[in-house]
DNA sequence: CTCCAGGGATGAT
DNA sequence: ATCATCCATGGA
C-alpha cells in the first residue's frame, strides 16, 4: 500500500496515542492502526514526517491538532520545577480532537476503571456493534453510533465488560439518540453551560465532563482532576497542607494554569503515570526520585 | 457527612 | 496461587 505523507514538526505521535486520551489505537508494523471517526487509519512516523493511509491529510492534522500552537502554549505555562519536568518529559504531546459521541461514551466507561480495562472496554464495544473496515492487513471497527447503542440492552453491554457503567452508558445513547442531548449543538455553549449540560448526563460527573470538553470541545482551558492529578497537585502546589479540599484545588487550577490549562493538566498527568520515577509507595502517595538506585 | 457497588488488570508476596 | 489495590459516579 502506499502511503501518504505529512509534515508534522512538534509532534510525537506514539506519546500522545499512549497519554490517556484515545484507547483504542494499536501498534501496527513500523506505526500504529486506529479509527477516525468512521475511517479505519494507518500512520507512522519517522523524524517530523507523517506517513499514513486511510484519510485525508487534511482529516488527520485536525483529529492530533496539528494546527495547536504547541511552542507558544509551552511558553504560556507556569513557571514551576513540576510544570517545567513535565513540559520537558511532554514534548510533541497534543490534545487530539475526538469525534463528541465518541469521547462523551468512552469517558462515561471509564470511570473507576485504569487505562488497560478502558482499552478493553473500549475495543469490545467496537467489535460488538461498531462496523468493520480495513486497513493495511488489519481490521479496524468504529466506535458504535448513539442509535446502535441506544437498542442494545444492559446485558449486552455488560458483556462488553463495563459493569455498573452499561445502566449510564446506555441511558446516555438513549438520550442523545432521541436527540434530547444534542452534542453537535452544545458545542457553541461557553464553557459553564456545557459543563452543566453534559453533567446533566447519566454516568458523568465533573471529572468525565471535563475531560469531554478538552477532548471533544477544544476547550483548553477545561482541567480534569483524576487522582494522579489530585496527587502531584497536593505535592507540588500545597506540599506543606494536610487537608485541601476538592474545591480549593479547582480554585487554584483555573487561575494558577490559565488559558491552556487543560494542556498543562495532560502534560502533568503523563508525566507522573509514566515518567520521573513516579511510583505509588502506599495508596495515595506518589514517590518521585532517580529512578536509578534500586537494587 | 459516610459507605460502597463494580470488575479485571496489575504487582506484591 | 492468593491478595490488595487501582479507579469516579451515583445512590443509599
Not at 55 to 81: G, M, Q, W
Request: charged share 25%; hydrophobic share 40%.
Amino acid at each position: 500500500m502506499r502511503l501518504l505523507q505529512l509534515s508534522a514538526p512538534d509532534f510525537d505521535l506514539a506519546r500522545t496515542l499512549d497519554s490517556g486520551q484515545v484507547f483504542h489505537w494499536e501498534n501496527r508494523r513500523a506505526g500504529h492502526v486506529g479509527a477516525i471517526g468512521p475511517k479505519a487509519v494507518y500512520a507512522e512516523q519517522r523524524g517530523e514526517r507523517l506517513f499514513f493511509a486511510g484519510v485525508s491529510a487534511k482529516t488527520l492534522a485536525r483529529y492530533f491538532s496539528l494546527d495547536h500552537p504547541l511552542a507558544e502554549i509551552c511558553r504560556a505555562f507556569p513557571n514551576d520545577p513540576a510544570m517545567s519536568a513535565a513540559r520537558d518529559f511532554c514534548d510533541g504531546l497534543r490534545i487530539i480532537r475526538q469525534p463528541r459521541w465518541e469521547c462523551l461514551a468512552t469517558f462515561i466507561t471509564s470511570s473507576m476503571k485504569q487505562v488497560a480495562h478502558i482499552r478493553q472496554m473500549s475495543q469490545a464495544l467496537r467489535t460488538q456493534f461498531g462496523a468493520r473496515t480495513m486497513i493495511y492487513g488489519s481490521h479496524v471497527y468504529a466506535f458504535p453510533a448513539p442509535a446502535r447503542l441506544a437498542r442494545a440492552t444492559e446485558a449486552e453491554l455488560r458483556r462488553c465488560a463495563l459493569g455498573y457503567r452499561a445502566k449510564n452508558l446506555l441511558a446516555t445513547a438513549r438520550l442523545v439518540a432521541r436527540g434530547e442531548a444534542n452534542l453537535e449543538q452544545w458545542g457553541s455553549l461557553p464553557d459553564d453551560t456545557l459543563r452543566a449540560h453534559l453533567c446533566e448526563l447519566p454516568g458523568v460527573g465533573a471529572k468525565v465532563a471535563n475531560c469531554v470538553m478538552l477532548f471533544a470541545y477544544e476547550r483548553l482551558r477545561a482541567f480534569p482532576i483524576d487522582v494522579w492529578i489530585e496527587r502531584v497537585l497536593k505535592q507540588k502546589y500545597f506540599p506543606r497542607k494536610r487537608k485541601v479540599t476538592a474545591q480549593q484545588l479547582r480554585a487554584f487550577c483555573e487561575t494558577y494554569f490559565g488559558e491552556h490549562g487543560g494542556y498543562a493538566q495532560q502534560y502533568l498527568f503523563h508525566h507522573a503515570r509514566k515518567g520521573g520515577g513516579a511510583q505509588v509507595v502506599r495508596p495515595g502517595v506518589l514517590r518521585y526520585d532517580s529512578p536509578a538506585r534500586s537494587r
